[in-house]
């Protein structure tokens, strides 16, 4: 006989693995503070290209004028600058980062907790068929129950 409750929870855990397969089950794999100092890192090195294509864009741009300047001090308050610009980018992209990848973490978190309880509920039906097919529970059938 085929318990309908038992496939009703099988169809909705594997829907939700379907569906989740690159998503919360993949950022449950790791701790939280894991979790987030890897996307940090991750962002880090994104911003990081990001400053130096932009950078480059605009040494191109102004190469000429770059080289036409004969004043060292002038080329290293240029450089001061730039590197007070590409920290606050990297400073607004660690809060963002931390920000975004905290709350993911977190809703994931509670999405699989919720995964879990159907694997768990799950597991019982199992149990409970095993321990019916061993015959360590007799069989019970209810009043209108077909079998």
């Given at each position: 006989?085929?318990?309908?409750?038992?496939?009703?929870?099988?169809?909705?855990?594997?829907w939700?693995?379907?569906?989740?397969?690159?998503?919360?089950?993949?950022?449950?794999?790791?701790?939280?503070?894991?979790?987030?100092?890897?996307?940090?890192?991750?962002?880090?090195?994104?911003?990081?290209?990001?400053?130096?294509?932009?950078l480059?864009?605009?040494?191109?741009h102004t190469?000429?004028?770059?080289l036409?300047?004969?004043?060292?001090?002038?080329?290293?308050?240029?450089?001061?600058r730039?590197?007070?610009?590409?920290g606050?980018?990297?400073?607004?992209?660690?809060?963002?980062?931390?920000?975004?990848?905290?709350?993911?973490?977190?809703?994931?978190?509670?999405?699989?907790?919720?995964?879990?309880?159907?694997?768990?509920?799950?597991?019982y039906?199992?149990?409970?068929?095993?321990?019916?097919?061993?015959?360590?529970?007799?069989?019970?059938?209810?009043?209108?129950?077909?079998?």
């Amino acid at each position: 006989m085929v318990n309908q409750e038992k496939v009703r929870l099988m169809a909705q855990a594997e829907w939700y693995r379907q569906r989740e397969k690159r998503g919360a089950l993949l950022v449950n794999r790791y701790s939280k503070g894991a979790y987030v100092s890897m996307q940090i890192v991750k962002s880090m090195i994104i911003a990081t290209l990001g400053v130096l294509v932009v950078l480059l864009v605009w040494a191109l741009h102004t190469g000429e004028q770059l080289l036409a300047v004969s004043d060292f001090s002038v080329l290293i308050d240029l450089g001061m600058r730039i590197a007070v610009i590409y920290g606050a980018i990297l400073v607004m992209a660690v809060v963002i980062a931390w920000r975004t990848y905290s709350r993911r973490y977190t809703r994931s978190r509670s999405s699989v907790k919720k995964y879990y309880n159907l694997l768990r509920r799950i597991n019982y039906w199992n149990e409970k068929d095993k321990r019916r097919l061993t015959g360590q529970i007799p069989q019970v059938r209810r009043e209108g129950e077909a079998e």
